[in-house]
């Protein structure tokens, strides 16, 4: 099983829809998540960090889920400039503060 | 401005040569990566570096070597070793102990073996 995993899509998404997708992690002592985006044929960067409460920025909203071990991110009235591969990053602490990538989750918002 | 900068963009390469990739950075950050990413995959850690001097291995180190000779700079080298080196590779840095999740990347080496 891999460390972190996503769903690769595509999720086709059409304009001013929601779409929100997960990201599971095998290691129950990791602490610390994060959402990037990767534009395509681009550097990642990143998006906004997961907090335990679950959080907003703007039009996205992130949250963890510790018992099932997974994390989200919800995106509200979608843009065709949300259009992008949704990458989760997870840091073990216990690993030496390892940061393990998903595989990505390719969104295409469509008009 | 702060940043990583990763050259070359491009950089094709014949079967049999090593070939290796600048990565340099002016954000005074201690650690620093190397991931390689083919197409519709996540990244992959290669080997990843955290003092001057001092580097470790990532998850698919084979057929790669780096140095840290300086804290700016984090030079890879694929060796013909490498069985399919064609990728995007991705050099970036951080703050020591990254808990803030944030690496800066560079724009990344687009590598094509010929």
């Known amino acids: 099983r891999k460390e972190v995993e996503q769903d690769p899509g595509p999720f086709n998404v059409p304009e001013g829809a929601t779409v929100a997708f997960n990201c599971t992690y095998s290691n129950s002592a990791s602490q610390s998540f994060f959402w990037y985006r990767q534009d395509c044929r681009k550097e990642p960067k990143l998006l906004m960090s997961v907090y335990s409460s679950g959080n907003e920025d703007g039009r996205f909203t992130a949250q963890l889920n510790r018992a099932s071990q997974y994390i989200s991110l919800l995106i509200r009235d979608s843009k065709l400039s949300d259009s992008a591969t949704y990458l989760c990053v997870v840091i073990t602490k216990a690993a030496g503060n390892k940061l393990t990538f998903g595989g990505g989750t390719r969104v295409l918002v469509k008009p | 401005d702060g940043g990583i900068t990763q050259s070359p963009k491009y950089l094709f390469r014949k079967e049999g040569q090593n070939v290796t990739l600048s990565c340099e950075q002016n954000?005074?950050?201690?650690?620093m990566y190397w991931y390689r990413q083919d197409p519709g995959q996540g990244l992959r850690l290669i080997y990843y570096?955290?003092?001057?001097?001092?580097?470790q291995k990532g998850d698919i180190a084979e057929g790669y070597s780096v140095s840290r000779e300086k804290k700016e700079s984090f030079p890879l080298t694929v060796t013909s070793a490498q069985k399919n080196p064609t990728a995007f590779y991705l050099c970036?840095?951080?703050?020591?102990?990254?808990?803030?999740?944030?690496?800066?990347f560079g724009e990344g080496s687009r590598l094509t073996v010929l």
């Open positions: 970036a840095s951080s703050i020591l102990p990254p808990n803030t999740g944030e690496l800066f």
């Open positions: 954000l005074n950050h201690d650690a």
């Open positions: 570096s955290q003092i001057v001097n001092d580097f």
